[in-house]
C-alpha cells in the first residue's frame, strides 16, 4: 500500500514513512492511492474477530490492509499492547450503550486521559516507539490541541524512548481539567506551550513548521494531529467495531453522528464507509463554531478569523479551520489534486474560503458520501444534559451533548443511530454543574489535579519563536 498526497506531490511513500513525516512536502495530506473493499465474507470475518478474538484483533486485521511494511506478527503485538482493559477499563474497549429507541453512545473514553483521543493515540505512541527503535533515530512531535489531543498525546508518548513533544493549546481557552491535564506532567520529554491566540493560530504554527522542510529535516519533526494519517487509520477501527455492537448481520445498516471541530473522527467514519461497511449517514454535529455545518448546508467552507471563533462550552470544537477536511474533499473532486491544491493551498489562503455550492460534486456529499450535519448552541448543551441524566440516569459531557442533540434530527425509522462519545463530563465540570446542579464523578487518579505544579511556557502566536523554542531543547541532529 503506498500513500499519495492531496495537493499532487509525485512521490508515493510506504505507511512507516508518513508515520513519522506528518505533512507532505507540498502542504498536503496523505491519504492511501485506494481504500481496500471490504467484501460480505471479510465483513463477516472481521464481526467474527471482533466478537470472538476482541478489539486488539480486529484493529490488527484492518491496519494490515493499510500497513505492509511492519510485519504482521510485530503489527499484532502492538495492537495487542495498545488495546488492553487495563489501559481502557474494560475489555470491549468501546462498549455501545443503548439510549433510547434508535440512539446509542459508543463509549470512546475509557482511556488514559478520558477522552476519545486515546483510542489513536495510544497505539501511535507505540507505533513512534517500536519505528524509531528500528531505525535508530529520534523524532520531536509538534502538535496544536484544542483540548484533548494534548493530553492524550502526552499520556501516550510520556517516558517512550526517542521521542520529545510539543504542544502548543490556545492560552485559557481549555477547561481547567484540561488545563491540569496537560501542564502538570513533570516528564523531561513532554514541553507544553501556551500559544495567545485560538486553537487556529496554534494549528497554523504547526502547519507552518511543518511546511519548512529545512528546520523539519533538521529537527526531525513529526506531528500527531489528525493530519498524521496514522492516528486517522486508528480511528477508523472503532467504527467497525461500533456496527458489529449495533447489528447482527452484514445487511443491516447503521449511522454514526460525530461531535466535530477539526473533521478527524468523521473523517475515519468516511474512510470505513469507503470501505465498504454499511454506514447509512454520517452526521456532522458543530457547536457555534459552524464552519463544517456550513458547508455541509450551502457548499461555502468559510474559515473565521480568530475574532469571530466562539469560545463555547464545549471547547475542544472552537475551530474554524477544519485540517482533515481537505482529505474529504479531495475525494469529492474525483481525487483531483490539482483542484485541491487550488481550493486549500490557494483559495483558502488568498480568501480564506471557496464555495462548491454551484459545483455539481457538492450533492454528492450528501447523495454519494453520505454526509448530513447540524449544530447545537450551549442552552442546547444544557437542555440535552438535563434530559439525558432525568431520563436515562446518563451523564454526557458536553461535545456528546452537541453529538446527541443533533443526532435527534437525522433519526431514520430501522437505522441505529451511533453517537460517538468524546469525553467523560469531569473534563467539562463547570458546565455540568450548571445542568445538573451536582459535580460529575471524578476518577479516583485525578483528585486534586488542578492543584498540581504546571510545566507550560506562555508565548505569542509567531511561528519563529515556537521554532527558536524547540531548536533550544532539542539536539540538532
Known sequence: MLYLSTRGHPDRKHFCDILLEGLAPDGGLYLPEHYPLIDDAQLTQLRKAYHEQGYAELAF???SLYIDDIPAADLQALCAKTYTAEVFGTGEIVPLRHLEDGLWLEALSNGPTLAFKDMAMQLLGNLFEYELARR???LNILGATSGDTGSAAEYAMRGKKGVRVFMLSPHGRMSPFQQAQMFSLQDPNIHNIAIEGVFDDCQDIVKAVSNDLDFKRRYQIGTVNSIN??????QVVYYFAGYFQATSDNAQRVSFTVPSG?????CAGHVARQMGL??????????ENDVLDEFFRTGSYRVRGSADTHETSSPSMDISKASNFERFVFDLLGRDAARCKALFGDALSREGRFDLGADPVFADAAVRYGFRSG???HANRLQTIKDTFERFGVMIDTHTADGVKVAREHLQAGVPMVVLETALPIKFAATIVEALGREPERPAKFEGIEALPKRVQVMPADTARVQAYIAEH????
Open 474 to 477: 532539542c539536539p540538532r541532529a
Open 229 to 234: 494519517w496514522a492516528r486517522l487509520l486508528a
Open 136 to 138: 535508530g533515530e529520534e
Open 278 to 287: 454499511p454506514i447509512a449517514t454520517l452526521v456532522v454535529a458543530t457547536n
Open 375 to 377: 449544530k447545537s448552541t
Open 61 to 63: 486485521q484492518i491496519l
Open 262 to 266: 477539526n473533521f478527524g473522527n468523521v
